[in-house]
């Protein structure tokens, strides 16, 4: 029998699911980084920093958005999950809660910290000799740097979370069957790109391109357990 918590959950997860899509799309619109991403040279990207302030700030805003209503997404999968696991969704709920805040680092760096150092570089400014070198560090597309290894850890508990809620998801209604499917091929996905990745079988520049094509799996069981939180509201 379904509480009025429940229902709490299924709504919130529901909305959530909703602004994921929207600030997806709205993803495709803002920019991330300067064009080039992974080949820019760096005097371009601390130029372009400065030219697009307001639109790369915007950007990750959005970004941190994404993020928020993601975790509610996936938190509410996990709340689904206790209805025939309770341990694995509890341990499926702290990987959530863990990839949160490994993600929300990054995104608040590329907010505060990037526009200010391409600020400082551009201008000679105090402190501009360290923030060069902490702008490399930050690049925000190069797989090996500080940044993105932050992105891909989150991405790593993403895809544990996948795996440890497969199984009990798949249920009678075809959306949990689709959710369960495509979670677990995203959990596996992504952890034999990893071993790959570790093996020296895949290069530095097709990192982004293969991960994030894997990632692209994981919005598959956001709109398949959106009818499923949208039934059970």
Known sequence: MKTDFDKQINRFAFWSAIVVLVTGIVSFLLPLDAPGGYMTLHADRVAWLNDHRDLFILGWLNQVVALLSLTGVLFGIAWHVANKNQLRAAIAAMFVLASATVFIIPKFIAIWTIPQLAQAISTGAAGADLADPLLRILNVSIPFSLYTSFDYLGFWLY?????????????????????????GVFGAVFHCLLVALLMGELASADVETMFLGGFALLLVPVIAMMFRFKQEM
């Open 159 to 183: 895809a544990v979370f996948g795996l440890l809620v497969a199984g009990p998801l798949f249920g009678e209604s075809l959306s949990s069957k689709v959710a369960a499917i495509s979670a």
